[in-house]
C-alpha cells in the first residue's frame, strides 16, 4: 500500500485522502483563500497556489476554489514538504504524517458540493472542451480563440463599469493572461455559456456551447 498524508489540525479537524493532492486541497480551503496571496513557494517558475491559469499545464492545475488553483506537479514527498512550510509559515500547529494510512475515498471536489452541470465546448475544429471545472472550461475557450483576439472584439460589458477584460486587477478577483490582460470569469455555468455564445457571434466562430449534466460523460 502507497503511503498517504494525513493532517490533524488543533481543532480535531483530519483530512486523510486516498489521493495526497486532495489532503492538500482539503487543507487549502480550510486554510482560506485570503492567505492565499502569501503563499510564494514555487515549483520550477510556477507558483504552487495562484491565480494564473496556464492551459499548457492543465493537466496539473487542480481548482481549489473560485479563481485559485493548486499546481500539482510533484510526488508525496514533496506536497509533504508543502504542507510542513505552510505549517510553519502560518503557524497552523498541524500534525502532518505520513503512511500506510487507510484513506477514506478522493472527492470529486474536496470541501464542495460536487455540481450538478458541466460547460462543454466544441471547437470549430471539433476539438471538444470538457472539464469538471466550467471555469477551466471558459478560460481554455479563451485561449484557444486568442485573448488579444477576444478582448479587441467582444469585450463584453458584464456589468456597470465592469468589463470582460481588462489591463488590471484592482479587485483581485480576475485570471491573468498575460502581464497586462485580465479577464472575469463568469460567475456561474449559465452565464459562461451566455458569453461564450456572444463571443461566438462577434468573432464569427462556430463554436457549440452546451450545458450538459454532469454525470453524461
Request: charged share 25%; with cysteine.
Amino acid at each position: 500500500m502507497a503511503d498517504i498524508i494525513k493532517v490533524t489540525f488543533p481543532d480535531g479537524t483530519e483530512f486523510c485522502y486516498k489521493s495526497p493532492v486532495n489532503t492538500v486541497i482539503a487543507v487549502l480551503r480550510k486554510l482560506g483563500k485570503e492567505r492565499y496571496p502569501d503563499i510564494n513557494f514555487t515549483l520550477g517558475s510556477n507558483r504552487v497556489v495562484s491565480q494564473v491559469y496556464n492551459p499548457k499545464l492543465k493537466n496539473y492545475l487542480k481548482e481549489i476554489t473560485d479563481g485559485w488553483y493548486y499546481f500539482n506537479q510533484n510526488d508525496t514527498k514533496g506536497k509533504t514538504n508543502q504542507l510542513i512550510n505552510l505549517n510553519s509559515q502560518f503557524n497552523l500547529g498541524m500534525k502532518i504524517e505520513v503512511g500506510a494510512f487507510k484513506g477514506i475515498a478522493d472527492p470529486r471536489l474536496p470541501g464542495a458540493t460536487r455540481p450538478k452541470n458541466r460547460l462543454v465546448v466544441t471547437m470549430p475544429n471539433g476539438e471538444v472542451i470538457d472539464h469538471e471545472s466550467y471555469r477551466q472550461v471558459f478560460a481554455d475557450c479563451i485561449y484557444k480563440l486568442g485573448p488579444r483576439r477576444v478582448s479587441a472584439k467582444a469585450n463584453i460589458e458584464l456589468s456597470k463599469n465592469q468589463d470582460l477584460f481588462s489591463a488590471s486587477d484592482s479587485e483581485g478577483n480576475r485570471f491573468k493572461l498575460d502581464e497586462t490582460l485580465y479577464i472575469l470569469i463568469p460567475s456561474t455555468t449559465k452565464d459562461a455559456m451566455k458569453i461564450l455564445r456572444i463571443i461566438a457571434i462577434r468573432l464569427n466562430e462556430k463554436i457549440r456551447v452546451n450545458i450538459l449534466p454532469m454525470s453524461n460523460r
